[in-house]
């Protein structure tokens, strides 16, 4: 943990609990009072204030400089010299959606687990383990331990389908955010999953708990869904294989490898020159986690609307066909962007509505046209009826007149229908 307990805190009679914070920001000083611990005390001294004078720091400073710059000329050994593009670390990418960095080192530690007898179904890193940038042109040693400063070892461990869904439903599970570019984004959280061999697709609009739309694996034969009593393989980093950063319903035996570290320097080395590097361009990327940016209201919406343009439809057999093809049309999109795995946004689907009550009015507000009856000529012109007198029945206006009628109580029933 990365908090700071300025003056401690006590546990019991004989528990005092410190902690300096993070990046030795602080020095923990800590005072016990033997005869009585309680009057025990604890203090943070500000690392930049603290000073010493002591004639034998520079023998501990030699050797400290000779192991620097012993690190220093193995960090700075070339890995890779052609990279193109920043790989970005920022918090703002890492903690709370998918990350290209996150998804390079994800797949170094599917590729490095094809070695395992038992073969990883997917792999997952917290983001908050991902601390440094990749610069280009080259990338180095160092680079690789700075991005991956903790040590952490490769594990697999066996999951079932419900530990995968538990463990996704915990890490998209921050309150929704807007980004910098107005995006609806989760809140930051150092658990965010970064992931490979999967696709998953939430949607933060619905109740912690419940977020998760689905879960697909990866396969050479396509996309497989997740089956919740299923057994499969999980590659993570040791801290979160024993149910760190909150990562309870994970744990039991497992396999550990070599440090994470070394798998992803060794995968930049092995294939660095063969990898599609396109693919890691772009820093936020949407292939593999998709966040439904709608809220629950708009999609119940959509679906209504679709239903009633539908029912219109089958009660439309009088309309022409371009009209009705125009609303199928609209209908068949609208359809496809709520199934398919995709992160349509807000807009789009209110686009699609709007499509689709166009098409539905322009049908509603069509009028059939009014076939006219050719008037029939007297046999004898003293047959004509004298002017002002309408008593006499004429054929031809009762058929317009019953088609206007007709018309009108056929527009007003598709209305009310």
Known sequence: SHTEYPTGEFHGDNVLYVQTGEYLNNIGHVEIDLADFSNSTAKLVP??????????????????????????????????????????????????????????????????????SQKPDLAVINGGG????????????????????????????????????????????????????????????????QVSGVKVIYNSAKPEGSRIEGI??????GLEALDLAKSYVLATNDFLAVGGDGYTMLGGPRIEGNGLEEVFREFLEDHGDTLDWSLYEDQTPRTRLFQIEVDVETLTTLEETIVDAKALIEDSDDIPVELINVLQAAINKAEEYLLVVEDYTLEDHLLNIDAILAAMEAIEDYEAPVVPVEPTEPEDKDELPPTGISSVFNPGFALIGLGLVTTAVAKKRRKED
């Open 216 to 221: 697909w694996f990866e396969r050479d034969t």
């Open 47 to 116: 690392t930049f204030s603290y000073t010493v004078e002591d004639a034998a720091l520079p023998k501990v400073l030699e050797p400290e400089k000779a192991a620097q710059d012993g690190f220093d000329a193995v960090g700075s050994e070339s890995i890779f010299d052609d990279l193109e593009f920043i790989l970005s670390s920022d918090r703002d990418i890492v903690r709370r959606r998918e990350a290209a960095l996150g998804n390079l080192i994800t797949d170094a530690m599917m590729s490095y687990g094809q070695g395992f």
């Open 130 to 193: 991902i601390r440094a940038d990749i610069n280009p042109p080259t990338i180095t040693v160092g680079d690789v331990i700075a991005v991956l400063p903790f040590g952490n070892m490769y594990s697999s461990i066996e999951v079932t389908g419900q530990q995968i869904l538990d463990m996704f439903e915990f890490s998209y599970k921050t309150e929704s955010d807007v980004s910098e570019e107005g995006e609806l984004v989760l809140g930051q959280a150092g658990g965010f999953l």
